[in-house]
T-cell receptor
Framework: GAVVSQHPSWVICKSGTSVKIECRSL??????MFWYRQFPKQSLMLMAT?????????EQGVEKDKFLINHASLTLSTLTVTSAHPEDSSFYIC????????????FGNGTRLTVT | AQSVTQLDSQVPVFEEAPVELRCNYS??????LFWYVQYPNQGLQLLLK??????LVKGINGFEAEFNKSQTSFHLRKPSVHISDTAEYFC??????????FGKGTMLLVSP
């Protein structure tokens, strides 16, 4: 079946540094990828929609200058958390779909970010 | 606007007992409904989905859900749970090409 690979699975960084998270669709081309953030014991909150070859669409309240999204190819989207602070610590999950059908959405295994 | 309400944050149950996880939604247009399972420190896995047709939907791992339009519900059921079913379960709603809106999740705790 379709697989979405997310890397790294966990990362610890110091406050003020930047962290890049990769999301790859391994066996299909994804024109659209989604980035979610999940706080402990809470639901997934959509951060942004990443579109191949164009700018990402951010949800209200998400700082686009802090959470940089790049979707340079049909199989790779990256999320960079810039100048990370402890409050950015969270579980970040990407998802991707081969076409427009929402029912074909596949999720990565997530990245646990801890900012010290 | 769409929203999802999962009425129970946690459901404890004994192994081999039946379980129902409740989900209610609101949407102004036709809906597509999903149930996902999340194991600790992992992403989401699709359990089942309702797009159209039969209101009773069967998914993986023995789970099923019934779409009830009049009650705007999409409750998840399993007749006999296993220890391995312990996980967080998320209900989600969408229209056809929009993004998913997730509920807050229900933690299913299966004990021997």
């Amino acid at each position: 079946g379709a697989v979405v690979s997310q890397h790294p699975s966990w990362v610890i960084c110091k406050s003020g540094t930047s962290v890049k998270i990769e999301c790859r669709s391994l066996d299909f081309q994804a024109t659209t990828m989604f980035w979610y953030r999940q706080f402990p014991k809470q639901s997934l909150m959509l951060m942004a929609t990443s579109n191949e070859g164009s700018k990402a669409t951010y949800e209200q309240g998400v700082e686009k200058d802090k959470f940089l999204i790049n979707h340079a190819s049909l199989t790779l989207s990256t999320l960079t958390v810039t100048s990370a602070h402890p409050e950015d610590s969270s579980f970040y999950i990407c998802s991707a779909r081969p076409g427009q059908e929402l029912s074909a959405l596949h999720f990565g295994n997530g990245t646990r970010l801890t900012v010290t | 606007a769409q929203s999802v309400t999962q009425l129970d944050s946690q459901v404890p149950v004994f192994e081999e007992a039946p379980v129902e996880l409740r989900c209610n939604y609101s949407s102004s247009v036709s809906v597509y409904l999903f149930w996902y399972v999340q194991y600790p420190n992992q992403g989401l896995q699709l359990l089942l989905k309702y797009l159209s047709g039969s209101t009773l939907v069967k998914g993986i791992n023995g789970f099923e859900a019934e779409f009830n339009k009049s009650q705007t519900s999409f409750h998840l059921r399993k007749p006999s749970v296993h220890i391995s079913d312990t996980a967080e379960y998320f209900c989600a709603v969408s229209d056809e090409y929009s993004t998913l809106t997730f509920g807050k999740g229900t933690m299913l705790l299966v004990s021997p």
